[in-house]
């Protein structure tokens, strides 16, 4: 089946430990995304590729980090620096061209214990 | 004035009743808009792309008003089923997409 693939689904974390969560798509998008999101609000872009080895800061991209060696892969590192990880972190795709439908993944909770 | 703004609601609507969210964006060059469904916990999944002449899919339809800058979704017959949050969405124009999601509207369709 085509889509976007996450993992993992859930995933718990201790303070001053990185994390990294994966994300793969068969869908031949150049773009790739990811999201933040926090209970009771919207979604938040982290980071955003258009192409291979390409990758762009969104709006809250302090404490994370993220690489594009390959079109189908865009796994985002959850870094000891970003101060309040716990969310639910959502990867998209979409086609290049603007105005293309975005897709996402079934997204990745992370809990700071 | 945010990017994109949406009503949070919550709004509680009866089964069987019509409702309609508005969603206003700043940008007046935006170039594409969708509404999209997000059930709790769950990821946003495309309901509709909203076109400049309206569009109509079952008991949705979206509208599109350039001049004042919003778009609409009108739902109705509601449905339990329909109970999710409602994400509006606006493409920016630029060499990319600039993906901007309002905050989304609550949908709670009540017995």
């Known amino acids: 089946d085509g889509g976007i693939t996450q993992s993992p689904k859930y995933l718990f974390r201790k303070e001053g430990q990185n994390v990294t969560l994966s994300c793969e798509q068969n869908?031949?998008?150049?773009?790739m995304y990811w999201y933040r999101q926090d209970p009771g609000q919207g979604l938040r872009l982290i980071y955003y590729?258009?192409?291979?080895?390409?990758?762009q800061k969104g709006d809250i991209a302090e404490g994370y980090s993220v690489s594009r060696e390959k079109k189908e892969s865009f796994p985002l590192t959850v870094t000891s620096a970003q101060k309040n990880p716990t969310a639910f972190y959502l990867c998209a795709s979409s086609p290049l061209i603007s105005g293309n439908t975005i897709y996402f993944g079934e997204g990745s909770w992370l809990t700071v214990v | 004035r945010k990017e994109v703004e949406q009503d949070p609601g919550p709004f509680n609507v009866p089964e069987g009743a019509t409702v309609a969210f508005n969603c206003t964006y700043s940008?007046?060059?935006?170039?594409?808009f969708f509404w999209y469904r997000q059930d709790c916990r769950k990821e946003p999944k495309l309901l509709m792309s909203?076109?400049?002449s309206g569009n109509e899919d079952g008991r949705f339809t979206a509208q599109l008003n350039r001049a004042s800058q919003y778009i609409s979704l009108l739902i109705r017959d509601s449905k339990l089923s329909d109970s999710a949050t409602y994400l509006c969405v606006v493409n920016q124009p630029g060499g990319y997409q600039k993906v901007t999601f309002g905050t989304g509207t609550k949908l709670q369709v009540i017995p």
């Open positions: 940008n007046s060059a935006s170039q594409s």
């Open positions: 869908l031949n998008h150049d773009a």
């Open positions: 590729s258009q192409i291979v080895n390409d990758f």
């Open positions: 909203v076109y400049s």
